[in-house]
């Protein structure tokens, strides 16, 4: 029999442990899996004094994937640039295997449109992927203080720029052998100002040229921030440098009601480790109470399934899970009692709002029910 494949698990911080512990629980109903858990984060800043060691980075690096719960709280928050900070995890985690690309898909469940802040008719239909390159930019630049004076700096190279618009035009090839749709990329920049969105604009389009059969637009990044909430159904695939498509993956992520609902990727070479969390932080104020949403890393470990390990069968069976759970009412705290929606046409069973606990029991329970 094949070896179980190796996961190195990362709880964190805050409610990490718990929403990791339920991920498993999903996990284990599906198969065997070898598990490593590690600390990185602020929970590795008490221990070793950083955030992220040399051990755990190379235990990530020799694994089949990597699932992380969040990390950070106002415990480690601190304005000295000297100080170890948790985030400090996360970007070396990032650098040192390798993960250029960052995948957030943004699709509301119908059970959830009454979740939204935007209006039913607004987000209804959307079904987008945001790609941010995650090893490049801003958080990555030199920086620098003096006296009161600060600096940070952006910087790309067109090879940066190239590999993670490939990855974007593939992602919308693939999405529309699904929908039937002709697929688009819209790449974000703000070229009207940055050199570097200069170069943004100048590599996608020319990377463009090898995807005829893809639409491509550009959109400045203020007016995207305005578009993803007025006609969020009409983008397929976004792309977007790290700073810019850290905040529009954010912003998209409110469209599903809740940041609790949302999944990512981060990806590198063929072949190599991702690492997969939720989007969300670490709420620390919920840590420990039982109530901690845990469905955006339990579909992260789907998106570890179908990217990372292979199996994709097993994906699909853990996302029609959580979309029957939703279907049946249940709701944890941050997704119940949404804005006010008219009466529903047909008969839909009443919400039900419950802990992490119950939550992951039936989405196990849906999971073995088939």
Same mark, same amino acid.
């Given at each position: 029999?094949?070896?179980?494949?190796?996961?190195?698990?990362?709880?964190?911080?805050?409610?990490?442990?718990?929403?990791?512990? @339920?991920?498993?629980?999903?996990?284990?109903?599906? %198969?065997?899996?070898?598990?490593?858990? +590690? !600390?990185?984060?602020?929970?590795?800043?008490?221990?070793?004094?950083?955030?992220?060691?040399?051990?755990?980075?190379?235990?990530?690096?020799a694994a089949d994937a990597?699932?992380?719960?969040?990390?950070?709280?106002?415990?480690?928050?601190?304005?000295?640039?000297?100080?170890?900070?948790?985030?400090?995890?996360?970007?070396?985690?990032?650098? %040192?295997?390798?993960?250029?690309?960052?995948?957030?898909?943004?699709?509301?469940?119908?059970?959830?449109?009454?979740?939204?802040?935007?209006?039913?008719? +607004?987000?209804?239909?959307?079904?987008?992927?945001?790609?941010?390159?995650?090893?490049?930019?801003?958080? &990555?630049?030199?920086?620098?203080?003096?006296?009161?004076?600060? &600096?940070? $700096?952006?910087?790309?190279?067109?090879?940066?720029?190239?590999?993670?618009? +490939?990855?974007? &035009?593939?992602?919308? +090839?693939?999405?529309?052998?699904?929908?039937?749709?002709?697929?688009?990329?819209?790449?974000?920049?703000?070229?009207?100002?940055?050199? $570097?969105?200069? !170069?943004?604009?100048?590599?996608?389009?020319?990377?463009?040229?090898?995807?005829?059969?893809?639409?491509?637009?550009?959109?400045?990044?203020?007016? @995207?921030?305005?578009?993803?909430?007025?006609?969020? @159904?009409?983008?397929?695939?976004?792309?977007?440098?790290?700073? &810019?498509?850290?905040? !529009?993956?954010?912003?998209?992520?409110?469209?599903?009601?809740?940041l609790g609902m949302l999944?990512?990727?981060?990806?590198?070479?063929?072949?190599?480790?991702?690492?997969?969390?939720?989007?969300?932080?670490?709420?620390?104020?919920?840590?420990?109470? %039982?109530?901690?949403?845990?469905?955006?890393?339990?579909?992260?470990?789907?998106?570890?399934?179908?990217?990372?390990?292979?199996?994709?069968?097993?994906?699909?069976?853990?996302?029609?899970?959580?979309?029957?759970?939703?279907?049946?009412?249940?709701? $944890?705290?941050?997704?119940?009692?949404?804005?006010?929606?008219?009466?529903?046409?047909?008969?839909?069973?009443?919400?039900?709002?419950?802990?992490? @606990?119950?939550?992951?029991?039936?989405?196990?329970?849906?999971?073995?029910?088939?």
């Amino acid at each position: 029999m094949p070896d179980a494949p190796k996961i190195v698990v990362l709880p964190g911080d805050g409610i990490g442990p718990e929403i990791v512990a @339920a991920a498993r629980e999903v996990l284990d109903t599906l %198969g065997e899996f070898a598990y490593d858990e +590690r !600390l990185m984060g602020g929970c590795s800043i008490d221990a070793n004094g950083v955030a992220l060691t040399d051990e755990v980075l190379d235990a990530c690096k020799a694994a089949d994937a990597v699932l992380l719960g969040a990390v950070g709280g106002p415990k480690w928050d601190t304005t000295n640039p000297d100080d170890p900070r948790p985030e400090q995890g996360l970007l070396g985690l990032r650098k %040192g295997m390798g993960l250029y690309a960052n995948l957030r898909p943004v699709r509301p469940s119908p059970a959830l449109m009454g979740a939204s802040p935007l209006r039913e008719d +607004r987000i209804s239909g959307t079904d987008l992927l945001v790609v941010r390159e995650l090893t490049g930019g801003i958080y &990555f630049g030199k920086s620098g203080r003096d006296g009161d004076a600060a &600096f940070d $700096t952006c910087e790309y190279d067109a090879a940066e720029i190239d590999r993670i618009a +490939r990855i974007a &035009f593939e992602a919308a +090839r693939r999405r529309a052998e699904s929908s039937g749709a002709r697929p688009k990329v819209t790449s974000i920049d703000k070229a009207n100002v940055m050199e $570097t969105s200069r !170069l943004w604009r100048e590599v996608v389009t020319r990377v463009a040229a090898d995807y005829d059969d893809v639409a491509l637009d550009h959109l400045l990044v203020d007016n @995207a921030a305005m578009q993803l909430v007025s006609r969020p @159904a009409d983008f397929d695939v976004i792309v977007a440098e790290n700073l &810019f498509g850290d905040i !529009l993956s954010d912003e998209a992520a409110m469209l599903t009601g809740s940041l609790g609902m949302l999944p990512s990727a981060s990806l590198g070479a063929a072949g190599a480790p991702g690492v997969f969390e939720p989007v969300h932080g670490s709420a620390p104020d919920i840590a420990g109470q %039982g109530s901690a949403n845990p469905l955006a890393t339990i579909l992260s470990a789907a998106m570890m399934l179908r990217h990372g390990l292979n199996m994709p069968d097993e994906a699909t069976r853990i996302e029609a899970a959580v979309d029957a759970v939703l279907e049946d009412g249940l709701r $944890t705290p941050d997704l119940a009692g949404g804005p006010a929606a008219p009466p529903p046409m047909v008969d839909v069973p009443p919400e039900v709002e419950v802990g992490t @606990a119950e939550m992951t029991a039936a989405v196990i329970e849906a999971l073995v029910r088939g």
